[in-house]
């Protein structure tokens, strides 16, 4: 009987998941499930301890939707392309599928278990449309290899045809033979963020139908209120590969509400850069559009910006809720990102590994080039925006919930006080314990680097 391995990287469902459906679709064969613990993630630096706890969680979660199923996870350590060779050995295995990725280093996991496998007479398929709903390749400009501006990107892939989604499989054939090692172990709880979510599609579907339930039709009115936070919470689920995009895209459009329609726009953005990635894969490390950009080395604020220690209410209670949750509100990720890069003139790429070793949900393509956006040498059409971190706290947090629930220091004040303590008395300021503003709003105008305008 034909084994065919099913590679599980960021598609850790088994409900919509075109790699195990392709594996297990002709009926006869067995099905490997395998995950490979790779080294070379840790080495690159991936493995940040919230993953790694997600990672933990949805691993487990998988392997006992499998079980349910009559089959079972196999994990394996070591170099992926490697570890896929063995296990073909081991089976005389005839495929192995995985997902499509979009990174360097996704490209080259991939090329690297290809040519693993196939001198062993193993076919290897990469699923397109897995980690995105629609495929980078899907959506190009004429002449071009991606689109490098959002607005007509949207408008071509709102027309590109979906595949429908796939139902979970019923019952798995695994072979018996291969033997499994313990799943990754998971981070000790001293080094994680204190309410971090837990991992796994299980919680993932029912974190999913609850907010579809009971929030998407209020989206596009409430999803950058910070205090009430309405944004649906499921990226770290979207970037484990624990839900599927394509099935959020259709539950959006069968809704047909204007909020259903907002949140097909922010699954649309999620493609977009990963399109832009595959494309411009430097972009990880280097600027997409260099603006001659002269960055400030300051240790100092650098540290009082990542501790949420700046003086500015807003950006430090993103900072704190970053810390404390592993996750950050939409609105605040852009408020603290201009912070940083805006106004005290440091480079992106520090506030962008900052946030990868403590998000959930950090991937290259969304937390590297949402950087990039908002330190203008991305995508933006307006590379000068700047966002002032009192006027944003004025708009989406005007009565300062927000602040006061991750600010304690300021849970007395109300607003207007709340965005701006250093207009309270000096006493009274004193009386508080929160720091003065590290910089002046206007600061950067003198401070920030390359010549261009700072409109």
């Avoid at 897995?130 to 071009?144: F, K, L």
Wanted: hydrophobic residues 40%.
């Amino acid at each position: 009987m034909s084994v065919r391995i099913c590679l599980f990287t960021r598609d850790l469902r088994l409900t919509d998941n075109p790699v195990l459906h392709a594996a297990s679709a002709a009926g006869r064969e067995e099905v490997l499930p395998v995950f490979v613990n790779d080294p070379a993630v840790r080495a690159a630096g991936f493995a940040a301890p919230n993953r790694l706890a997600f990672l933990h969680d949805s691993l487990a979660d998988l392997d006992a939707g499998l079980r349910a199923c009559g089959s079972r996870l196999v994990v394996r350590t070591g170099r992926t392309a490697d570890a896929v060779a063995r296990l073909v050995g081991e089976t005389g295995a005839s495929e192995v599928h995985l997902a499509a990725d979009h990174s360097a280093f996704a490209h080259a996991r991939e090329e690297a278990v290809r040519a693993a496998a196939e001198p062993l007479g193993a076919r290897v398929v990469a699923h397109e449309a897995v980690v995105t709903a629609v495929a980078p390749g899907a959506a190009v400009p004429t002449g071009s290899d991606h689109y490098a501006v959002f607005t007509p990107y949207l408008r071509r892939w709102s027309r590109t045809a979906l595949r429908r989604p796939l139902p979970p499989p019923q019952n798995l054939r695994t072979p018996a033979k291969p033997h499994s090692e313990p799943l990754p172990t998971r981070p000790d709880a001293d080094q994680l963020s204190p309410s971090l979510a837990p991992g796994g599609e299980t919680e993932a579907r029912r974190a999913m139908r609850s907010w579809l339930d009971h929030h998407l039709d209020g989206y596009d009115d409430g999803h950058d209120a910070l205090a009430d936070d309405r944004t649906s919470r499921l990226s770290p689920a979207l970037h484990f590969g624990c839900l599927s995009p394509t099935e959020l895209v259709h539950h959006a459009r069968t809704a047909g509400t204007p909020g259903a329609a907002a949140f097909e726009r922010q699954l649309a953005w999620r493609d977009f850069h990963h399109q832009v990635l595959a494309a411009r894969p430097d972009a990880a490390r280097g600027d997409y559009r260099s603006r001659h950009d002269q960055w400030r080395d300051s240790p100092a604020e650098l540290r009082a910006w990542q501790q949420g220690r700046t003086g500015y209410p807003l950006v430090d209670a993103g900072m704190r809720q970053l810390r404390q949750e592993g996750w950050m509100h939409n609105r605040a990720r852009l408020v603290t990102a201009s912070f940083l890069c805006k106004t005290l003139g440091i480079d992106w790429r520090e506030g962008a590994r900052h946030f990868l070793s403590l998000l959930v949900d950090g991937d290259i393509a969304n937390n590297q080039l949402n950087w990039q956006w908002v330190a203008g040498t991305g995508t933006d059409t307006r590379p000068n925006r700047v966002l002032n971190p009192v006027a944003q706290a004025k708009r989406y947090d005007a009565d300062g919930t927000y602040i006061r629930r991750w600010v304690p220091e300021l849970s007395a004040l109300t607003a207007p006080a709340v965005h701006e303590p250093w207009k309270l008395p000096a006493a009274l300021r004193a009386e508080l314990g929160y720091p003065e503003p590290l910089v002046a709003l206007d600061a950067g105008r003198d401070r920030f680097l390359s010549g261009r305008g700072r409109g």
